[in-house]
């Protein structure tokens, strides 16, 4: 099969296709992680995007499932310089070909992914379409006019499609914690199972009466998809909660936490994508290296009139990757603390955090 890749710019390429034939839309973004195309290829926070691996080799370690932060594929389609079709590792079930093909994704490989990557660099993200089949059935299309043609993914409401459908309960012996799913990844849920706290998992869309008919000490935003001012309920949430309970965020979880208490937000040029930003404690005087995925960020200047403080910087672009409030007794960071994939220094920082603070509340409350 032959792939080709057309952009809004008019760049069309033509590749090797693998995965399933057919036509993919989307955004396309690129990641710089060097290993852990299961976690990133199953990450809801991807629905709605193209994602181009900008480490040359990928499917080499096949797919085991073990490492899936979904049930299913989020990304429309995948690119890559180089596919390995014949993986030796012990634990694999199928290849990465044969998992895109029972998902129904498309993948392209064999192109230049170094001149798209700086392109995507110098132009921003841009709107792609992904055609893969015989030479016959693709040689002729459009990609260029098919990537033109769809809607811009800021204009599109994606958390419907990437939270669970109806409230469940993960039994813990410590704090509640309410949970609201905007995509939430499997290991943000085992990071926090394994300190033990009592969750109950909302879909996005859930009222606060049903948010506190579950009697939590805190409130938990979770990653996700998109634009952050979609998630209307999650915000209303989080300015009915604020101050009466402490409130929690990971990366679209810290959007919202800081567009509900009167930040700012805005699309970044290329996002972040990968394993390795640097993140400056502002506090601490160090330097994380944090594993990230998001196109939106909060603007600095708007947190200023705010109960909120910046407490983390990212060291490349200067953009905004946490924030906190004492009196409001909120934290919340842009970058994922649980990685998959991606370094793990930040996770008992984190999440040793929201332990802290929930066992503080759920004192006072005279529950725990």
Not at 70 to 81: D, I, K, N, Y
Not at 205 to 220: G, N, Q, T
């Amino acid at each position: 099969m032959i792939g080709v890749l057309g952009l809004e710019d008019g760049t069309r390429v033509e590749g090797t296709g693998f995965g399933a034939s057919g036509v993919a839309l989307g955004e396309l973004v690129f990641t710089t992680v060097m290993s852990g195309y299961e976690e990133a290829l199953t990450d809801p926070s991807y629905h709605g995007q193209m994602l181009m691996f900008t480490y040359p080799l990928q499917g080499n370690y096949g797919i085991s499932g073990d490492d899936f932060q979904s049930e299913r594929m989020w990304p429309q389609a995948m690119v890559s310089r180089g596919y390995w079709d014949r993986p030796t590792h012990y634990q694999h079930k199928k290849t990465l070909s044969q998992f895109l093909k029972d998902e129904g994704r498309p993948g392209l490989c064999g192109v230049d992914t170094r001149m798209l990557t700086l392109k995507v660099r110098e132009q921003g993200v841009m709107r792609a379409a992904i055609a893969v089949g015989e030479r016959s059935e693709v040689e002729e299309l459009d990609v260029v006019a098919m990537a033109r043609s769809q809607p811009d993914i800021s204009s599109r409401d994606l958390l419907g499609d990437v939270s669970c459908r109806a409230a469940y309960r993960i039994e813990g012996r410590g704090p509640r914690l309410a949970v609201i799913d905007l995509g939430i990844k499997k290991n943000i849920l085992r990071s926090l199972a394994c300190r033990d706290f009592d969750m109950t998992v909302f879909p996005s869309h859930s009222s606060i009466s049903e948010i506190e008919a579950a009697r939590p000490d805190a409130l938990f935003l979770s990653n996700g998809p998109g634009d952050p001012e979609r998630a209307e309920k999650a915000i209303e949430a989080v300015k009915h909660f604020a101050g009466a309970m402490p409130i929690f965020g990971i990366c679209l979880g810290h959007q919202v936490i800081s567009l509900a208490l009167g930040a700012r937000t805005f699309k970044l040029k290329f996002g972040h994508h990968g394993g390795n930003q640097p993140v400056k404690d502002l506090e601490k005087k160090i330097v994380y290296i944090t594993s990230q995925n998001h196109n939106f960020a909060v603007r600095p200047e708007s947190v200023q009139d705010t109960d909120l403080v910046v407490t983390q910087l990212n060291a490349n672009d200067g953009t905004v990757e946490a924030v906190k409030s004492d009196k409001l007794q909120v934290l919340a960071v842009q970058y994922h603390p649980e990685a998959n994939p991606g370094p793990l220094c930040t996770e008992d920082p984190f999440f040793g955090s929201v332990q802290r603070m929930m066992k503080s509340a759920a004192r006072k409350a005279g529950r725990r």
